[in-house]
C-alpha cells in the first residue's frame, strides 16, 4: 500500500464569524501543537478566511474554502474566484459537496467546472461524492460513485491534475448521527481507488487521498482511518469545536 499521509479536515459550513473562527483556529493550532502524521485543514466561511490564514501564519493548518466560482473574474454577484481565494491564503477548496448539490442545484458539470477552475489556480480540489439513501436503498451506489468521478474529472487530464482529494460523504451520513459502518465504507473507497487508476493509471490512484466523511466522531474515527482505503476524514459538526476536533486529529496520528 502506498504511504498516503491522513489528511482531517474541518468543514465549519455557516458557522462562526470572522473573530470566532480565529479563536477557534488559535485553539485549534495550540491544541494539535504535537501532531506529526497527520496533514490538518479547516474550511471556515468566506468572511474568515483571510482572517484565519493570518492567524495561522507559520502553522502546519492549512486552510480550505467550502465552494468557489469557476470564472477568474467578472460580473458574477456573490461569488468568489479561484484567486481570491489564493489570495486569501487557501490552499484547498471543497468542491460539490451534497448540500450544495442538493441545497444548492449545483449539478456534474458545475463541480467539473470548479475542479477545472481550482486546479488552474493552484488550488488543491476536495471533490465530494457520495450516495443518497435512496440510491444505496436502490443498488445504485456504485453508480453514482462512479459517474460523480468521472463528470467531475471530465476533461481533467493527468497533467493537468495536481494533487487531488477525494471525499466519500454518503449523503444519508451527513448531519444525522448514521455512520458508514468501516466496512461499507472500505468498499466505496477501494471502488473510488480503482475508478481514479482507470482513469489516470495506478500511480496517480494510490498517490490520492480519499476522505471519509458524513458524522465522524471521536469514538468511530480510529475504526475509519484503520481502513486500507480511508485516508483520513471531512468532518462537519464535531470540527466546530475546537477540543473535539483535536481529539479525532490525534486519534488518527
Ligand atoms: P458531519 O458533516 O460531520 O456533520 O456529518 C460532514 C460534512 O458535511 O462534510
Redesign the pocket.
Same mark, same amino acid.
Given at each position: 500500500m502506498a504511504t498516503r499521509t491522513p489528511l482531517i479536515a474541518g468543514?465549519w459550513k455557516m458557522y462562526k464569524t470572522g473573530p470566532e473562527a480565529v479563536q477557534a483556529a488559535h485553539a485549534l493550532n495550540a491544541l494539535t501543537a504535537g501532531v506529526a502524521n497527520v496533514d490538518i485543514m479547516i474550511a471556515p466561511p468566506f468572511t474568515a478566511l483571510a482572517a484565519v490564514s493570518a492567524a495561522l501564519q507559520g502553522s502546519p493548518i492549512a486552510v480550505g474554502a467550502q465552494n468557489l466560482h469557476w470564472e477568474s473574474e467578472g460580473a458574477f454577484t456573490g461569488e468568489i474566484a479561484p484567486g481570491m481565494l489564493r489570495a486569501a491564503g487557501c490552499r484547498y477548496v471543497i468542491i460539490g459537496?451534497s $448540500?450544495r448539490r442538493q441545497l444548492f442545484g449545483e449539478t456534474d458539470q458545475a463541480v467539473n467546472r470548479k475542479v477545472q477552475a481550482a486546479l488552474a489556480a493552484g488550488l488543491i480540489p476536495v471533490l465530494c461524492i457520495g450516495e443518497t439513501e435512496a440510491e444505496r436503498e436502490a443498488e445504485q451506489t456504485f453508480s453514482v460513485l462512479d459517474k460523480q468521478v468521472r463528470f467531475g474529472l471530465e476533461n481533467v487530464s493527468l497533467q493537468t491534475l495536481g494533487d487531488l482529494v477525494v471525499a466519500y $460523504?454518503p449523503v444519508w !451520513?451527513?448531519?444525522t448521527g448514521k455512520t458508514a459502518t468501516r466496512e461499507q465504507a472500505q468498499e466505496a473507497h477501494a471502488f473510488i481507488r480503482e475508478r481514479l487508476g482507470k482513469l489516470y493509471g495506478e500511480d496517480m490512484a494510490e498517490a490520492t487521498g480519499i476522505l471519509y %466523511? %458524513?458524522? +465522524?466522531k471521536p469514538n468511530n474515527i480510529a475504526e475509519l482511518i484503520g481502513m486500507d482505503d480511508i485516508d483520513g476524514a471531512? +468532518? %462537519? %459538526? !464535531?470540527s466546530l469545536e475546537p477540543e473535539t476536533f483535536a481529539r479525532i486529529i490525534k486519534l488518527g496520528d
Open positions: 468543514n459537496h $448540500e $460523504e !451520513a451527513i448531519g %466523511g %458524513g458524522s +465522524v471531512l +468532518v %462537519g %459538526g !464535531a
